[in-house]
């Protein structure tokens, strides 16, 4: 077996293994598995230098097969970090490339401008500001055995001035580029004799309305996104509320909305839709369209209870676990029990919420039976629908999913409440999709102002714990306080039992002692009222086994900043 070897060049140090007998550790071989899967080789560095995120913080280099790897590795890099690239100078020799710079795209200097008043001339300010930022690649022999390869021979990391966030980055020249289906629209647009304004603004309306017609050329059904919406879906689209009751339209069409909440637990809208009907079919599209426009599915989403709804769901979006709004049940009890119950109905009320806050489906199947046999209700058609449908209402089944603490469609009721203040019965069709947006800008605007208010007025500590000045630094404000009352109230869980990685907490509930098992091995950790992965904030009972086991540093896996 041929051994790595080890090349120093100017404060570099990184490792390769000759080709022929190693493929899998030159980058010709991952070119078709993209940039993530690229094997990198250690190196230690007083630049600290790199091409991804993750390789800055472990001093990692990639060993290019040729030049045009290197320039689309450091092109990859400056992408992540808010900077475009250019090829600069090069040494030749026999006409033959021996060594060329890679450099930011604000490398050299500005030149002075000659201006001829009587001319037209564009006044535009360059954008070089003498950045040092650079890879140099050189093709040389590195030991008189092996033949010449290319090197990466200098690194220089530092730039001279700010770097572009990821939404600046997209309005650089290089990166604004037109794909061949759009081109050809935009030809077939020019031909039709549209001007620029119109082609573009036909192009927006293409990308954020989808609709289909029926067989008379009437409109049929409606979906529709606003812009803003695509970037909220991409940070909080693994939990949606769907909801169809709102109907105050003049065409008394439902109207579907798509909604979820942001890491500052406020409601954002998704997606709208104005539908014909409610019947399978009709939903069957709208949920293919909405896949579709946003590129993915959710890992969970919230509806009412409908038949149609749920068989649409399951056929377009398999993937997705599917539950019922807690609310829209509850709803229906006074209708179900009011008059069977009379006086136990409040009652009976308590104990159905008692069923629902429990986390451990063995206490929920235990008490279950023994709530419905105090009230005589073991033949009731409706609580035996309750129980059948058990899996996709009661939390203690749905731990195991993400929610957000979301249970109910209350998030769409409140932008419904929103969508009055500016919508009629009276509204046109066309107006109406107008102010929906207005909804949408709305919240982007109170999202700003909540941005605004966090960096102005930063949640303040309540304790010494180190835990708890991780979590301020990272989290927003509504999630920072969640994790705030978890771990002030882990002081009042006792620690049962451990052993070794494993923990019983012990705490008291409405007079009884109550148990959870905790695992904690110093990196992962797991509790059985599955909080964490219900909510997105560690629960109390960690925070205890974390205490008594003196932690003071969180993984960042168990602070999300969704």
């Known amino acids: 077996m041929c051994c790595p070897y080890q090349i120093t060049a100017q404060n570099l140090t990184f490792q390769f293994s000759p080709q022929s007998q190693y493929p899998f550790l030159f980058p010709s071989f991952y070119m078709n598995y993209g940039v993530n899967n690229y094997p990198l080789s250690p190196i230690n560095s007083t630049t600290n230098s790199s091409f991804s995120q993750q390789s800055i913080r472990h001093n990692i280099l990639p060993v290019p097969s040729n030049f045009q790897e290197a320039f689309v590795f450091y092109e990859s890099y400056a992408k992540q970090n808010g900077f475009v690239v250019r090829k600069d100078r090069s040494e030749k020799k026999n ?3 021996l060594r060329r710079d ?40 590195s030991f008189d055995i092996f033949p010449e390869e290319w090197h990466i021979t200098k690194f220089v990391k530092e730039h001279n001035h700010e770097l572009l966030s990821p939404e600046a980055m997209r309005f650089l020249p290089v990166n604004r580029t037109i794909t061949l289906e759009d081109e050809k629209q935009i030809l077939l647009f020019k031909d039709a004799g549209l001007n620029v304004r119109q082609i573009i603004r036909v192009m927006e309306l293409q990308k954020q309305y989808v609709y289909t017609l029926d067989e008379k050329g009437r409109l049929e059904n409606l979906f529709w996104c606003h812009p803003q919406s695509y970037e909220w879906y991409g940070k909080y689209g693994d939990v949606v509320v769907f909801d169809t009751t709102y109907k105050v339209n003049a065409y008394d069409m439902p109207c579907a909305l798509f909604v979820g909440i942001n890491n500052y637990g406020k409601t954002v809208l998704f997606g709208s839709a104005l539908l014909r009907n409610e019947t399978t079919d009709t939903f069957r599209w709208l949920m293919k369209t ?74 929920f199947e235990d008490n279950w039976f023994l709530t419905v046999d105090k009230y005589n209700l073991q033949k009731n058609k409706h609580v035996q629908g309750l129980y059948e449908l058990r899996k996709s209402w009661a939390p203690a089944y749905l731990r195991n999913y993400f929610f957000g603490g979301m249970t109910s469609t209350q998030r ?55 835990l708890e000045k991780q979590a301020h630094d990272v989290l927003t404000p509504f999630a920072f306080k969640k994790f705030q009352e978890e771990l002030e109230r882990a002081s009042q869980y006792l620690i049962e039992h451990s052993d070794g990685n494993q923990f019983i907490i012990r705490y008291f509930e409405q007079g009884n002692h109550k148990f959870h098992s905790v695992f904690w091995d110093g990196d992962t950790a797991l509790c059985s009222c599955k909080t964490f992965e219900f909510w997105g904030i560690l629960c109390r009972h960690i925070f205890r086994a974390l205490i008594h086991k003196d932690c003071f540093m969180l993984s960042h896996v168990y602070l999300p900043r969704r």
């Open 95 to 97: 006409d033959r490339i």
């Open 290 to 363: 909405f896949v579709t426009t946003m590129k993915k599915s959710s890992k969970t989403i919230i509806t009412d209870q409908d038949k149609c709804m749920s068989e649409a769901i399951a056929i377009e979006m398999p993937t997705t676990k599917h539950s019922y709004c807690i609310w829209h049940i509850t709803s229906k009890f006074s209708c179900w029990f009011t008059a069977l119950l009379r006086t136990e109905y409040q009652n009976w009320c308590s104990d159905f919420y008692k069923l629902y806050r429990m986390t451990s489906i063995e206490e």
């Open 412 to 466: 769409s009721e409140s932008i419904n409440g929103v969508i009055k203040r500016f919508v009629s019965s009276h509204t046109s069709l066309r107006d109406f999709v107008k102010q929906v947006d207005l909804v949408v800008e709305e919240m982007r605007s109170r999202q700003v102002h909540d941005n605004m208010l966090a960096t102005l007025r930063p949640t303040s500590l309540k304790t010494k714990s180190p």
């Open 102 to 141: 890679i450099n930011c795209h604000r490398a050299g200097k500005k030149r002075s401008k000659s201006f001829n008043v009587s001319k037209h001339q564009r006044t535009r300010e360059s954008i070089k500001c003498g950045c040092k930022a650079h890879i140099r690649i050189t093709f040389k022999r």
